[in-house]
C-alpha cells in the first residue's frame, strides 16, 4: 500500500513536471535561437493568462490607471469573449511583446556577455510584472477557458480495478500532459521541416554565419520571442485554470531554471526530461523526507538538486561539452 | 578650471595609487564625511532616517558586497537575500546568547558567520559559470529562507516564527531595540558603511582585487598567469558575502527591530540589491552608493509624487514602481552598462576641461 | 634586425627544460606525437610548423594548460608532475597568447600588475586595511613594473584602459605582463600574428632585447618562417603532430622533410 501511495504521488509529480517542461521549453527556445537566457519566461506566462482573463472578461486595459488619473469609474466594456478568440488575440499580444522586445531592447543589446543579457530580462521581467499589474489590475483571477478539471473518475476506476487502488489525478494535468506533448512534437516538426525551423537552428549555431548567407536576424528573433509568447500563453492557461492567475505563477519560472539545469539549456529533451525528473523529484521528496523537516522542501529542492548534479556535469544532462580553449 | 589634475603632481608610487588623486575630489570627499557625521545626527528626525537615510547605509553595503562579489570577482548571485538572512538569523542569535558583548561586535561577528556560509555556497563556482552560476545561487537563496523558516531554534522557538531585537547599548545610547533615537540608527549604519566602503576599496586596488578582476576578465588567462581560481572566487564569496551578512544583521536589528525570513530577505532582496548594483555600476564602489540611494529614494519620490500628490492608490504606486525599475535596468544595460558611476566620472572628465572643452 | 646566434655573445647555458616522448590526444585525434626536444638556459628557441601542425597543443602542454597522456617533463633538473596551470605558472613559467588575453576592463598598468600576483603575498587583513605589507609590496612591485613599462616603451599609456588600445600595442602589454613575472622560461604563442611589417620589427626588437637584457629564456611558436631563423638559437619544426627538424636555423632550412612539409612536396 505504501508503495501504492508513492506511486500516486510519483504520478502527480509527473504532471507537475509536464508543467515545468512547458515553461522550460519556452526557455529552450530563445536561448538556442539568440543566446538569450530569458528569465522574463515566467512573467511572460503570468502576462499572458492575465491578458487572456482581461481579454475574456472584457476588463478595460489601464482601467487602474484611467480611473486614477481622470477620476472615472471605468472597469469593463460589458462584453465577454469566447475563450478560443480570447486565445487567438491574446497570442496576438504575445507577438506584439516579441516585437517590441525586439525593437526596444534586444536590438541594442546585440553582441552583449550573455550575462548582461540575462539580467536584462530580469528587468523586463520586473517590467512586464508592473505592466501586468496596470493593465489588469493585481487581483488573483479565476481562468477557466474550458479545459476539464476535477479528479478524473475514468483514472480512479481503472487503476482501482487494476491495482485495487484508485489514484487521484487530476482530468487539467492528463490535458496538459497531452497539450504539452502536442506542442513539444509541433515545435520539433517546425524546426527540423520548415524554413523559418532551418534558419532559426542556423541562427543558434552561429549568428554571423546566419547572417551572411541572409538570414535575418530580426526576423528569426521575433519568431522565436512570438513561439515563446505562445508557450507561455499555453503554460499559462494551465497553471491560471489549475490555480489562478497570480503572482505566484511567475514563480514557475524560477522552477524552470533548475529544470534547464538539469536538461542543458540548448535541448528541448533535456527540458523535457528534466522538467518530469523535478516534478517527480520534489514530490516524491516532499512525501518522505519533508514530513521529517517541517515541510515545504519544495521550495528549494529543486535547485539544491540541480547545484549538486551540475556539480558534477557542468554541462546538465544533454547540454553539449564544453572544452575550454586559449 | 578649477577641477584638474594638471599641476598636481604625484611624487611616489603610493601617492598614485590613492583613492581620490585629486584634490578637489579629497576635499570634496572630507567635506561630505564632515557634514554626514557632525551635521546630520543634530537634524535628523525619524521619518528621514527610516524612510531615506539608514536603509540606504544598509543597501549601500549590501550592494558593495554583492558588487566585489559581480562586479570585481564576475560571478553572479541571486542569493543575497539569503546571506543577508544569515547574517540577521546569526545576530539575533548572537545577541540573545551573549547580551553582555557589545553589538557593533556581534554584527562583525554575524558578518564573519555569512562569510563562512558564503564559501559553503560558492564552491559550486569552482565547476560552473555564468547564468548557470547564478541559477545555483537561487538554491541558497530558497535554502537558506527556509531553514530559518522550518528550524524553530533559529527563531529561539518564539510562537510567532519572528525574531525580535532586544535593546542593546555602547556607551549608554540604545543602538538596538524600540529606544533606538533616530541619530543613534543612523551614526551606527553610517560608521559601518564608510568603514566598510573604505575596506571594499583597500581590497580591489591591491592584488587581491586584481586576482578577482582578471577572473572576472578571463578566467581561463587568468589561471595561466598564475591566478589560484579556488582562492581567488572564494575569497570574492567570502569578502562578499562578510559585507552582506552586515547589511543583513544591521536591517534586521538596527532598522526593522523584527523580521520573518521569507517576508524580509526573500528573493525580490536578492533583485532588488542586484538592480542597485546595475544601476550604480558594475565594478564600482561609489556607484554602490549610487545604486542604493537610487532605488531608495525612487519609492519615496513616486509615493510623495503620485499618492500624495497625485492622490492615486498606493498599490497603483507600487506597480509603476515596478515598471520604472524594470526599464530603468534595461536601459542602464543598453546605454551604459556602468551605471551611475560612469556618467559621474564622465561628468567629472568634462569638469576638468572646463571651461575651454578644447 | 640580424641577430648573432653564436653562444658566445650571449650565455646559453644548460638544459632548462627537457620535454621527452611527450604524447597528446584529444579523444580519438593525436594532437602531437611522441615529441621529444629541450630548452637550455638562455636561448631563444622556436617551434615552428604548419597550420595545424600541433605548435600551440605544444606550448599548451608546456605552460600546463593541457596534461599529456604519455611523456614526462623535466624542468630545472625535476620531474614536473602533472599541475594546475597556476602552479605552473609559480614555478617560472608566463606566457603570452596567441588571441590576445589581457584583462579588457582593467587598465595597462592594472594588467602588468597581474604579472606579479605571485609575488604579492600580504594577508588579507593587511590588505583591507591598506597597511603594513600590503602597501610596501605595492609600492615595491609597481616599480618593478615601471621598468619594464619603460623598456617595452608604453609609459604614455599607462592607465588606459586595455580594451581601447590597437592590436600591436595589446600584443606589447600582453608580452610587458608575461615579463613582469620575472619568468624563467618565457612563452610566445605567435608573437607576431596579425602585425604589420612595423609592428613586427618592433616586437622582433623587443624580444631580442629581453633576451639579451635579461637573460630570459625564450620558447616562441611562429608561422612566419623568415622571422624565426632570424630570431632563434634553435629551432623544432613540427608537421601533424610529429617533430620533423630540430636544430639551428641553418641546419633546419636545409633539412628535406622541412622543405617539404612548408612548400606541400609529395613525401617520396
Known amino acids: 500500500m505504501e508503495f501504492l501511495y508513492a506511486s500516486e504521488v510519483l504520478v502527480n509529480g509527473l504532471m507537475a513536471g509536464v508543467m515545468y517542461s512547458l515553461v522550460a521549453l519556452g526557455f529552450v527556445l530563445i536561448y538556442k535561437a539568440s543566446g538569450v537566457f530569458n528569465y522574463a519566461q515566467g512573467v511572460m506566462a503570468l502576462f499572458a493568462a492575465m491578458t487572456l482573463v482581461g481579454i475574456m472578461e472584457g476588463r478595460v486595459p489601464f482601467a487602474h490607471l484611467i480611473n486614477a488619473a481622470f477620476g472615472t469609474h471605468v472597469s469593463s466594456f460589458g462584453w465577454t469573449v469566447p475563450a478560443l478568440l480570447g486565445i487567438a488575440l491574446t497570442a496576438l499580444v504575445m507577438v506584439g511583446l516579441a516585437i517590441a522586445i525586439e525593437k526596444l531592447v534586444l536590438k541594442h543589446l546585440v553582441g552583449q556577455e550573455p550575462i548582461i543579457l540575462f539580467m536584462a530580462t530580469i528587468g523586463l521581467a520586473w517590467f512586464l510584472e508592473g505592466l501586468g499589474d496596470v493593465m489588469w489590475g493585481a ?19 481503472l487503476t482501482n480495478d487494476w491495482l485495487g487502488y484508485g489514484f487521484f489525478i487530476d482530468r487539467l494535468d492528463i490535458w496538459a500532459a497531452v497539450i504539452a506533448a502536442l506542442l513539444v512534437a509541433a515545435l520539433v516538426g517546425f524546426s527540423q ?11 543558434a549555431d552561429d549568428h554571423q554565419a546566419a547572417l551572411s548567407v541572409g ?57 523535457i526530461v528534466g522538467g518530469l525528473i523535478i516534478g517527480m523529484g520534489e514530490k516524491l521528496f516532499e512525501y518522505f523526507v519533508g514530513p521529517l523537516v517541517g515541510g515545504a522542501t519544495e521550495n528549494w529542492f529543486a535547485y539544491v538538486l540541480a547545484l549538486l548534479f551540475l556539480v558534477f556535469r557542468p554541462q546538465g544532462l544533454f547540454g553539449e561539452r564544453i572544452i575550454e580553449r586559449v | 578650471m578649477f577641477y584638474r589634475e594638471a599641476g598636481d603632481f604625484k611624487t611616489s608610487y603610493r601617492d598614485d595609487g590613492q583613492t581620490f588623486p585629486i584634490r578637489l575630489d579629497r576635499w570634496g570627499y572630507y567635506a561630505i564625511l564632515a557634514v554626514a557625521f557632525l551635521v546630520v545626527p543634530l537634524v535628523i528626525d525619524s521619518y528621514w532616517a527610516n524612510a531615506v537615510l539608514v536603509p540606504f547605509l544598509i543597501y549601500a553595503i549590501a550592494a558593495i558586497g554583492l558588487n566585489i562579489l559581480t562586479g570585481y570577482a564576475g560571478q553572479v548571485s541571486l542569493g543575497t537575500g539569503g546571506f543577508m538572512a544569515v547574517g540577521a538569523y546569526a545576530v539575533y542569535k548572537l545577541m540573545t546568547a551573549f547580551p553582555g558583548v557589545p553589538i557593533v561586535i556581534l554584527i562583525v561577528v554575524a558578518g564573519a558567520v555569512t562569510a563562512v556560509v558564503g564559501v559553503l555556497f560558492g564552491l559550486p563556482s569552482l565547476r560552473i559559470k555564468g547564468f548557470y552560476l547564478a541559477v545555483a545561487t537561487l538554491a541558497a537563496q530558497f535554502f537558506l529562507v527556509w531553514l530559518f523558516n522550518k528550524v524553530p531554534w533559529f527563531y529561539n522557538y518564539s510562537a510567532s516564527g519572528q525574531i525580535n531585537a532586544p535593546e542593546r547599548t555602547m ?27 573604505w575596506v571594499a576599496r583597500n581590497l580591489t586596488r591591491g592584488s587581491v582585487g586584481r586576482k578577482w578582476m582578471a577572473i572576472r576578465d578571463m578566467d581561463i588567462a587568468a ?96 506597480h509603476i514602481e515596478l515598471m520604472i525599475v524594470g526599464a530603468l535596468i534595461v536601459f542602464f544595460l543598453i546605454v551604459e552598462p556602468h551605471g551611475l558611476a560612469r556618467l559621474w566620472r564622465l561628468t567629472k572628465e568634462k569638469l576638468r576641461l572646463w571651461p575651454f572643452p578644447h | 634586425m640580424t641577430h648573432d646566434p653564436t653562444p658566445d655573445a650571449r650565455h646559453i647555458g644548460p638544459v632548462l627544460m627537457d620535454l621527452k616522448n611527450i604524447t597528446l590526444r584529444f579523444g580519438g585525434v593525436t594532437a602531437i606525437k611522441d615529441i621529444s626536444f629541450d630548452i637550455r638556459e638562455g636561448e631563444i628557441r622556436a617551434i615552428i610548423g604548419p597550420n595545424g601542425a600541433g605548435k600551440s597543443s ?26 594546475k596551470p597556476y602552479e605552473v605558472a609559480r614555478l617560472g613559467l608566463a606566457r603570452t597568447f596567441q588571441n590576445i588575453a589581457l584583462f579588457d576592463g582593467m587598465s595597462v598598468l592594472d ?19 591598506w597597511w603594513g605589507r600590503a602597501e610596501r609590496e605595492e609600492v615595491e612591485n609597481r616599480a618593478q613594473v615601471e621598468k619594464i613599462i619603460d623598456f617595452l616603451e608604453i609609459q604614455n599609456i599607462r592607465k588606459t584602459p586595455v580594451g581601447r588600445l590597437p592590436y600591436g600595442l595589446k600584443k606589447r602589454v600582453e608580452l610587458a605582463r608575461a615579463l613582469a613575472a620575472e619568468p624563467r622560461i618565457l612563452l610566445l604563442d605567435e608573437p607576431m600574428a596579425g602585425m604589420n611589417v612595423e609592428e613586427k620589427e618592433d616586437m622582433c626588437r623587443f624580444i631580442l632585447d ?59
Open chain 1, 215 to 271: 538570414i535575418s536576424l530580426q526576423f528569426i528573433w521575433i519568431m522565436v520571442w512570438s513561439i515563446a509568447g505562445f508557450v507561455a500563453l499555453v503554460a499559462g492557461i494551465m497553471w491560471g485554470t489549475k490555480s489562478g492567475v497570480q503572482f505566484s505563477l511567475s514563480l514557475i519560472a524560477l522552477k524552470a531554471l533548475p529544470v534547464l539545469m538539469l536538461g542543458g539549456f540548448t535541448s528541448i529533451p533535456g527540458a
Open chain 2, 223 to 318: 589561471e595561466i598567469i598564475g591566478v589560484n581560481p579556488l582562492t581567488a572566487k572564494l575569497s570574492a564569496f567570502a569578502v562578499s558575502s562578510f559585507f552582506v551578512g552586515i547589511a543583513g544583521a544591521l536591517l534586521f536589528s538596527v532598522y526593522l527591530g523584527a523580521a520573518e525570513a521569507s517576508e524580509a530577505f526573500g528573493i525580490n532582496k536578492s533583485f532588488l540589491i542586484l538592480f542597485m548594483v546595475i544601476i550604480g555600476g558594475l565594478g564600482s564602489i561609489f556607484g554602490s552608493f549610487a545604486g542604493a540611494a537610487f532605488l531608495v529614494l525612487l519609492p519615496v519620490f513616486l509615493k510623495n509624487v503620485l499618492v500624495a500628490q497625485l492622490g492615486w492608490p498606493t498599490d497603483l504606486a507600487a
Open chain 3, 111 to 129: 594588467n602588468i600588475m597581474t604579472g606579479r600576483l605571485n609575488k604579492m603575498n600580504a594577508p588579507l587583513w593587511s590588505q583591507a586595511l
Open chain 1, 139 to 157: 487581483d488573483v483571477k479565476t481562468l477557466d477557458v474550458g479545459l476539464p478539471q476535477g479528479i478524473s473518475e475514468t483514472a480512479e476506476t
Open chain 3, 58 to 83: 605544444m606550448l599548451n602542454v608546456i605552460s600546463g594548460f593541457y596534461v599529456p597522456q604519455e611523456g614526462e617533463i623535466w624542468f630545472e633538473g625535476k620531474r614536473r608532475p602533472a599541475m
Open chain 2, 171 to 197: 556607551f549608554g545610547w540604545a543602538i538596538t531595540g524600540p529606544a533606538t533615537t533616530a541619530s543613534a540608527k543612523y551614526l551606527t549604519c553610517l560608521v559601518f558603511a564608510v568603514v566598510l566602503a
Open chain 3, 210 to 268: 629581453v633576451n639579451d637584457e635579461f637573460g630570459t629564456t625564450i620558447a616562441l611558436i611562429e608561422h612566419d618562417m623568415g622571422v624565426v631563423m632570424d630570431l632563434s638559437d634553435r629551432v623544432v619544426v613540427m608537421d601533424y603532430g610529429k617533430k620533423i627538424g630540430d636544430g639551428t636555423p641553418d641546419e633546419v632550412r636545409n633539412n628535406p622533410e622541412v622543405i617539404s612539409a612548408y612548400l606541400g612536396v609529395e613525401h617520396a
Open chain 1, 193 to 203: 521541416y520548415t524554413k523559418q525551423g532551418r534558419a532559426m537552428r542556423a541562427v
